[in-house]
């Protein structure tokens, strides 16, 4: 079993900066793709920014230029750099991962970290 633990989340003003944070722990050999989702009241979950295990970086048309994704393998970690936040950022975000389990590759979500911008 795999476990993601979000933090970071919080109010922030227009304009303003977060930083989300995502370790992922538990029983797995390896973790692959790792990525931010996120959800706002009344619309489908949606990608944000995605890393591969390779370095390979992706991020939504809404967010580039403005959100930066990283990641330290040795600790299974990934960070989402949240700078010139709009209102239109707020909503629940979401840790993904890929893992490679005793089971095969395993997809996992952490339980969510509430983003709200509003002056």
């Known amino acids: 079993q795999v476990q993601l633990v979000e933090s970071g989340g919080g109010l922030v003003q227009p304009g303003g900066s977060l930083r989300l944070s995502c370790a992922a722990s538990g029983s797995f050999f390896s973790i692959n793709d790792m990525g931010w989702f996120r959800q706002a009241p009344g619309k489908q979950r949606e990608l944000v920014a995605g890393?591969?295990?390779?370095?390979?970086?992706y991020y939504a048309d809404s967010v580039k230029g403005r959100f930066t994704i990283s990641r330290d393998n040795a600790e299974n970690t990934v960070l989402l750099q949240m700078n010139s936040l709009k209102p239109e950022d707020t909503a629940a975000y979401y840790c993904n991962a890929e893992a490679l389990t005793v089971g095969g590759k395993r997809e996992y979500w952490g339980q969510g970290t509430q983003v709200t911008v509003s002056s």
């Open positions: 890393i591969t295990l390779g370095g390979y970086i």
